[in-house]
């Protein structure tokens, strides 16, 4: 995989998130920029480690392809409309010296999805802000949402989800030179930097309610708030706290994850045949073992251990 300047320090992955299955991105605040950007195709669209998972990656057959469905309508059209982030460290991270290349887990994937679909990795992104996911799956501005996306019921009656492809909780960053909290109990109190519209929004309150909240449109914006100062803490997906570690020595992980939270593939409301297709591309990829290879090429260089089993599609309210 291309150079993504992280530091290759690896750090442990707890045990009690490896049970349930994996680690990812708890609906984390994204770019909020609302312009397409190319994000595959050329020279640019895989990582060097994962040629060749792109070069064997599955194809659907021309059966699975449905007259008139969403399938049919992206293969017509030559590319994959994806709602992802560009300022998520080994998720889906811009590079700013070349625009067209975003990489990480969940834009690979998205890629593999586009190469399943079309047989080339084309795929365009639309950066979403946290609230505005499903209104652009609702008005067809995107064919799918890779954004670490916390499956729930109260989404689901508003759009439809694959999956679960992965399984995180929120986790607990503070100053590297903070040694006063080290539990979610020490959060009361305490000025709590939080994603707008993700889990940490409601967890906080739960475990800390004497805890002030203060929210960030995005997760470079809430980073730069705890270095600053601006908060005590910041409660954020375990594995996005690792990469930021990893690129900021003033921060730390203080706290592993207290919650469980299974994160989807967002899709259009009311189109089971476009979730059955998407589910069966996301068994294929999981039991052929290119899901764990691209894991491991953009996680996984952060955390100790080999690549987690994918938690089971459709195993959880909302899938």
Same mark, same amino acid.
């Given at each position: 995989m291309r150079d993504i300047r992280l530091p290759r320090r690896r750090l442990p992955l707890i045990t009690a998130?490896?049970? *349930?299955?994996?680690?990812?991105?708890? /609906?984390? /605040?994204?770019s909020d920029s609302s312009d397409a950007v190319p994000g595959g195709g050329g020279d640019n669209e895989a990582a060097a480690g994962l040629d060749a998972v792109y070069e064997d990656a599955p194809v659907a057959d021309d059966e699975l392809i449905l007259p008139e469905s969403t399938m049919a309508e992206i293969k017509e059209r030559g590319v994959l409309r994806v709602a992802a982030a560009l300022d998520a460290p080994l998720l889906s991270q811009q590079d700013p010296s070349s625009p067209d290349d975003v990489e990480g887990f969940d834009i690979d994937l998205a890629k593999m999805l586009a190469i399943y679909i079309l047989g080339e990795p084309n795929i365009e992104i639309v950066p979403p802000a946290s609230e505005t996911r499903e209104a652009l799956l609702q008005n067809g501005t995107v064919d799918v949402v890779f954004n670490t996306y916390t499956i729930t019921e109260e989404r689901d009656e508003q759009i439809s989800f694959a999956g679960p492809y992965f399984t995180s909780g929120l986790a607990v960053a503070v100053a590297a030179d903070n040694? $006063?909290? *080290?539990?979610?109990?020490?959060?009361? @109190?305490?000025?709590v930097i939080v994603g707008a519209n993700t889990p940490a929004v409601t967890a906080v309150p739960e475990v800390a309610p004497g805890a002030e909240v203060t929210s960030f449109a995005t997760d470079?914006?809430?980073?730069?708030?705890?270095?600053? @100062?601006? @908060? $005590?803490?910041?409660?954020? $997906?375990? *594995?996005?706290?690792?990469?930021?570690?990893?690129?900021? $020595?003033?921060?730390?992980?203080?706290?592993?994850?207290?919650? !469980? !939270? #299974?994160?989807?593939? /967002?899709? #259009? #409301?009311?189109? #089971?045949?476009f979730k059955d297709f998407v589910n069966t591309w996301l068994t294929e990829i999981e039991d052929d073992g290119s899901w764990a290879e691209i894991w491991e090429a953009t996680l996984g260089t952060v955390v100790e251990g080999d690549a987690p089993t994918p938690p089971e599609i459709g195993s959880v309210p909302g899938s």
């Open positions: 998130v490896l049970a *349930t299955a994996s680690v990812a991105i708890a /609906g984390c /605040g994204s040694d $006063d909290i *080290t539990s979610v109990e020490d959060l009361d @109190g305490r000025n470079p914006q809430a980073v730069q708030a705890l270095v600053q @100062g601006r @908060g $005590d803490a910041y409660v954020q $997906d375990y *594995t996005l706290l690792l990469a930021a570690a990893a690129q900021n $020595d003033d921060i730390k992980v203080a706290v592993q994850p207290f919650t !469980e !939270e #299974p994160y989807g593939i /967002g899709l #259009p #409301p009311q189109d #089971p045949d």
